[in-house]
Nanobody, 113 residues
Framework: VQLQASGGGLVQAGGSLRLSCAAS????????MAWYRQAPGNEREKIAT???????IYVDSVKGRFAISRDNAKKTVYLQMNSLKPEDTAVYFC????????WGEGTQVTVSS
């Protein structure tokens, strides 16, 4: 299993970023996928889930601002992040929604005020 997140960066509050996660080594289309994030000093939290059927679930703190999507042909999951806030600053990871596997490096998102 390989999961490579990309697309992070430095953005001002109110801005947008789109993260991508390229997957390989497993049957991507059959797995529910999720985006997680970990801020300094905090535990990693799951913030957005997309099932193999395309249903989505969000944690309250990002609901209405973030959107998770997937392209099964490209074996890629995306996270569109709008109206970013300084508290969204974290390292973002993608992984299985249930029973996550080994974690990659993630991608750093920094939101300045």
């Amino acid at each position: 299993v390989q999961l490579q997140a990309s697309g992070g960066g430095l953005v001002q509050a109110g801005g947008s970023l789109r993260l991508s996660c390229a997957a390989s080594g497993f049957a991507f289309s059959s797995r529910a996928m999720a985006w997680y994030r970990q801020a300094p000093g905090n535990e990693r939290e799951k913030i957005a889930t997309i099932t193999n059927g395309g249903n989505t679930i969000y944690v309250d703190s990002v609901k209405g601002r973030f959107a998770i999507s997937r392209d099964n042909a490209k074996k890629t999951v995306y996270l569109q992040m709008n109206s970013l806030k300084p508290e969204d600053t974290a390292v973002y990871f993608c992984n299985f929604a249930y029973g996550p596997q080994s974690w990659g490096e993630g991608t750093q998102v920094t939101v300045s005020s």
